[in-house]
């Protein structure tokens, strides 16, 4: 999983514990004057001769090829997730030294896609247990429609990985407080079919009183969006007393623009407070919605066209109020400006000869765009070096700023951290979710340093694994924290990398 450097040898260990020092044979009573253990040349009784050595009395080069050699041997038995193949009777068990939290939870039903919400309790959070809140919708099997729900849940009791303390310091009562069991507490809230994504949009309260309204946008498989709200449902999780009526669980809105077609594309804007939103289904339509006063909302029946093929994946842009991009199973990247009377895209850009799955619009540095595709390509694009296309073919071809081909199955997921724009967690249909550094230099010899693993870019930080993964999100207010979502469920984890 992640990389981790060679142990020391045996022989190596004995001779740093021994630190021996040679005495006189002459007088066994005096010691003889010599350099520190630690420095690379000492004297012999004879003035004349010089030894090199190292800590354990070798040249350092001996010593130095000596562990090279063990530390190739070592780490070219590293397993890696997607990479490496288990035997019949095998299972896969996560390094705990290598996570600060690792949590797992299953639901009734498979869920493809989640949001994680901000929450009151503060931004930065480092302390544990930990608390989260989220949104999902269900998958669930043939013929049982009627199962699926949209799952509203807090997790709580989050806790740290366990380390060896100190004994003086084991019945400490933080200590039993980090060490709670986690606890799922979920309100349902049914839904007519399968959820194909899932977003939450947040409100600002109208007081210090009140808590800000949350509402979902949930695109079932029948093509329509439903609109719910559910800040009743959150505070009950957290107010003694609060009931949730049958009414509350009802969509306050049900947007029908994509008439009976498919959709996975959704995403809610970040610069407009009382909720716009943008969808895209397979026939490669995108419509904006907007909400009005007393929770209505207007539709631009005039779709936005120009994909050949579904939209995969809608992102506003972080900085500009009427721009957001598209991905596309037509192989391209579009970017578009909703002030546009042609609802044409402004910039069209051919990145892949396969599906262009997942886009993350870095919310740090705008200019900065990440992309995942259908062969497990995932590539970093400056928008700066795009240049405005013609209407009549896909002109411009930027060479990416980053692009690694890791992955060996189509990447179903990828996210900017939301505090450093040098990191980014993508997921793929090969059962992992990984984590990069792009600040990692590709002509650092150090980083290149991969003990004998052959072809893991030195970029790469983390692989977690999860079964088939589909979606995976940053908390935006705890630090290096991710979720992610599956076919064996949801998992959340921190890693001691990020």
Not at 57 to 82: C, N, S, V
Not at 225 to 233: A, M, N, P, R
Request: charged share 25%.
């Amino acid at each position: 999983m992640s990389k981790r450097a060679a142990e020391p040898s045996e022989k190596d260990l004995n001779a740093l514990k021994s630190g021996g020092r040679p005495q006189k044979a002459e007088n066994g009573d005096v010691v003889g004057e010599f350099e520190d253990e630690f420095e690379d040349e000492f004297e012999s009784e004879d003035e004349d001769e010089i030894f090199e050595a190292g800590v354990d009395g070798r040249p350092d080069e001996e010593r130095e090829a000596e562990e090279q050699k063990d530390a190739m041997e070592l780490d070219q038995q590293t397993f890696i997730p997607g990479r490496n193949k288990l035997a019949p009777g095998e299972i896969l068990s996560p390094d705990p030294s290598t996570y600060e939290m690792l949590h797992s939870l299953t639901t009734s039903w498979p869920c493809l896609s989640f949001d994680i919400l901000r929450d009151n309790l503060g931004d930065n959070r480092r302390s544990y247990p930990a608390t989260l809140y989220a949104v999902a919708g269900t998958q669930a099997g043939s013929g049982r429609a009627k199962e699926n729900e949209l799952m509203v849940m807090k997790l709580s009791g989050l806790s740290r990985m366990e380390r060896e303390r100190d004994e003086e310091e084991s019945d400490d009562e933080d200590d039993e407080e980090e060490n709670a069991d986690p606890i799922l507490e979920s309100k349902a809230i049914p839904l007519p079919s399968t959820t194909n994504r899932i977003r939450a949009h947040q409100l600002p309260p109208p007081n210090s009183a009140r808590p800000a309204t949350t509402l979902t946008a949930t695109m079932v498989d029948n093509g329509q969006v439903l609109i719910h709200d559910v800040t009743s449902h959150l505070s009950s999780f957290d107010t003694p007393g609060t009931t949730v009526t049958v009414s509350q669980s009802k969509p306050i809105s049900t947007l029908r623009m994509h008439k009976s077609t498919e959709g996975y594309a959704l995403d809610w804007s970040p610069n407009v407070p009382q909720g716009k939103l943008l969808t895209g289904d397979n026939d490669g339509n995108i419509f904006v919605s907007t909400r009005t006063e007393g929770d209505g909302w207007t539709t631009d029946t005039r779709p936005f066209t120009g994909h050949e093929s579904s939209v995969e994946e809608l992102q506003w842009s972080p900085s500009e109020r009427n721009v957001f991009g598209s991905a596309s199973s037509d192989g391209t990247v579009k970017i578009w400006d909703t002030r546009s009377k042609s609802h044409k895209p402004a910039l069209s850009v051919k990145i892949s000869n396969t599906d262009v799955n997942v886009m993350s619009w870095s919310h740090q540095t705008s200019h900065l765009l990440a992309t995942g595709a259908d062969d497990g390509q995932w590539a970093v694009w400056d928008l700066r070096q795009w240049k405005p296309s013609n209407n009549t073919s896909n002109s411009t071809t930027p060479n990416p700023v980053a692009k690694f081909d890791f992955h060996q199955e189509q990447i179903t997921s990828i996210e900017w951290h939301p505090t450093d724009d040098s990191i980014v967690a993508v997921a793929a249909g090969d059962n992992t979710l990984t984590l990069w550094d792009l600040a990692v230099e590709l002509d650092d010899e150090e980083s290149k340093a991969t003990a004998g693993v052959h072809d893991v870019p030195p970029q790469l930080l983390f692989v977690h694994y999860m079964e088939m993964v589909k979606e995976c999100h940053w908390h935006p207010q705890i630090p290096g924290c991710l979720m992610g979502t599956g076919g064996g469920g949801f998992g959340v984890f921190k890693t001691i990398s990020v």
